[in-house]
């Protein structure tokens, strides 16, 4: 089996420059965003959430990016679950994107707040069926006895809906995170990477280089 501290590889796909950056981090996200896409990468929405408690306990887990613009990045999820309760208590957090395909990663820091009931209502029906019925199946993060709790409440709600609207469940919808940093990393040889920060200062983002 081979070492795990043997396993590297050479970044030599791209590089980062400030005079190729935008000036703006969200033109720079949706460059890099478009790139992605076009790259065909799995789940290229995935991103690493990262939040804490108010003791500064961390907890990380992957959700998906529904939505962005300049006012910040949207997911959804259950308001009852883990990650949900850490932002009731802290609501700064964080997001990671990584684009192995591209040698790319996008961090991004800042506070959440809940979107509009509006914005919640619309990318709730715009959800499968299934997906609608598991929002409501499922108590997400608290301890149950089996897979079986889940298949029972699933068979209860299918008959319970069948050929009716699947409502929103008031426990569930979406959150918004408005950035203060923004940073871009792009693979290069011999772990020298590009490291290209955006720092919010009042209402103007300044453009940094860190070191890899």
Do not use: C
Not at 24 to 30: E, G, L, V
Not at 36 to 47: G, H, K, L, P, Y
Request: avoid cysteine; proline fraction near 4%.
């Amino acid at each position: 089996m081979k070492s795990i501290a043997n396993l590297r590889k050479e970044y030599i796909l791209q590089s980062l420059e400030e005079k190729d950056a935008d000036k703006d981090p969200f033109a720079q996200f949706t460059k890099w965003w478009m790139q992605a896409m076009a790259s065909n990468i799995d789940d290229v929405n995935a991103m690493t959430l990262a939040t804490a408690n108010k003791l500064g306990i961390p907890s990380a887990r992957i959700v998906l990016l529904k939505d962005y613009d300049e006012k910040g990045f949207v997911f959804f999820t259950n308001f009852l679950s883990h990650k949900a309760n850490d932002l009731e208590e802290n609501p700064n957090a964080a997001l990671v994107f990584y684009w192995k395909e591209l040698e790319r990663q996008v961090r991004i820091q800042g506070s959440t707040t809940k979107v509009n009931n509006s914005i919640s209502d619309a990318y709730f029906e715009s959800r499968p069926e299934g997906s609608k019925l598991g929002a409501w199946a499922s108590p997400q993060s608290t301890v149950i006895p089996g897979r079986h709790v889940l298949e029972i409440k699933i068979n209860e709600l299918q008959n319970l809906y069948a050929g009716k609207e699947i409502m929103r469940p008031a426990f569930w919808g979406g959150y918004n995170l408005k950035p203060s940093v923004i940073e871009f990393w792009q693979g290069r040889q011999n772990r020298l990477h590009d490291r290209l920060q955006y720092r919010l200062q009042e209402n103007d983002w300044k453009l940094e280089r860190l070191a890899p």
